[in-house]
């Protein structure tokens, strides 16, 4: 496969800043994207776009854009295709947690509407935003117009009791996918990742608070090892390749097998039978 298969074509990432937005970032610069990075935190955002603009020599528009506000996510995507010409990948990848531990009876109004916009409404609105250019685009020896990739989670595949919000919102970016592939169809194709326990700004970028939650939650990864942001890359970088131009509509685990082959997080109490 061409080394340099993104050459001359956009790519909008939402939570662009850090974790494993800022690291599809880097990887689709050293590819040849132009990018439109979206991110609410304006001084990690600009730090970010100026370290890949000079250590890849590519076009960076850094936008803040709280993702959960329609009007926010109009004028991003007005201005990002108006700076990079064309949008061929979304990767939807803008998301927040909450605090851990608090039952689905005992969420604060205010925690689930917030995790809700952002997590859920926020990447209807981005994909909404997007579409309709995205799907009249065509490119020179490219099949398709466009490709869109949304962060669901492992929790949106096995819900996860003590984050129970979090969970609900991406079950919701599972279903969201599937519609928005079964919409836009044959030519935009719509793919979710569910990622697993990985060190990001989720966990505040520590590895002990997050290995508190897996022992909490009594998990087994049969992979026996922690999740990277490289794990996340390599997944978008093949779902942003011709090589999966035939896929759509599909929740690609990237979680060492932990949701259908060893043990999801869950509050059960061993007993003896």
């Known amino acids: 496969m061409d080394d340099k298969f993104l050459d001359g074509k956009g790519a909008l990432i939402t939570?662009?800043?850090?974790?494993?937005?800022?690291?599809?970032a880097r990887a689709f610069a050293e590819r040849g994207a132009k990018l439109a990075l979206i991110d609410v935190n304006e001084e990690l955002l600009e730090e970010t776009s100026k370290e890949i603009q000079d250590k890849f020599k590519a076009k960076v528009i850094p936008i803040v854009c709280?993702?959960?506000k329609?009007?926010?996510?109009?004028?991003?995507?007005?201005?990002?295709?108006?700076?990079l010409e064309n949008i061929f990948f979304l990767f939807n990848n803008a998301g927040i947690g909450v605090s851990y531990g608090r039952?689905?009876?005992?969420?604060?109004?205010?925690?689930?509407?917030?995790?809700?916009?952002?997590?859920?409404?926020?990447?209807?609105?981005?994909a909404k935003s997007l579409w309709r250019k995205m799907k009249s685009q065509e490119y020179e020896n490219e099949e398709l117009s466009g490709k869109m990739v949304n962060t669901a989670s492992a929790a949106g595949i096995v819900v996860d009791p003590a984050i129970?919000?979090?969970?609900?919102?991406?079950?919701?970016?599972?279903?969201?996918?599937?519609?928005?592939?079964?919409?836009?169809?044959?030519?935009?194709?719509?793919?979710?990742?569910?990622?697993?326990?990985?060190?990001?700004?989720?966990?505040?970028?520590?590895?002990?608070?997050?290995?508190?939650?897996?022992?909490?939650?009594n998990l087994k990864i049969p992979q026996q090892r922690i999740g990277t942001v490289e794990d996340i890359v390599n997944m978008v970088l093949f779902l942003?390749?011709?090589a999966s131009n035939y896929i759509t509509g599909h929740c690609f685990p990237v979680d060492g097998g932990m949701s259908e082959v060893g043990v999801p997080p869950h509050k059960?109490?061993?007993i003896e039978y």
């Open 15 to 24: 939570g662009a800043a850090s974790g494993f937005g800022k690291g599809v």
């Open 66 to 68: 709280d993702v959960s």
């Open 70 to 83: 329609s009007d926010q996510v109009e004028a991003m995507a007005k201005q990002a295709y108006k700076e």
């Open 103 to 126: 039952n689905i009876c005992r969420i604060k109004e205010a925690d689930w509407d917030k995790i809700m916009g952002v997590n859920f409404k926020g990447q209807w609105l981005v």
């Open 164 to 217: 129970p919000a979090y969970s609900l919102t991406k079950v919701g970016v599972i279903a969201l996918t599937q519609l928005l592939a079964k919409t836009l169809a044959p030519n935009i194709t719509v793919n979710s990742i569910a990622p697993g326990f990985h060190v990001t700004g989720i966990y505040l970028n520590d590895e002990e608070s997050m290995r508190v939650t897996m022992r909490d939650g």
């Open 240 to 242: 942003a390749s011709p």
């Open 268 to 270: 059960l109490k061993e």
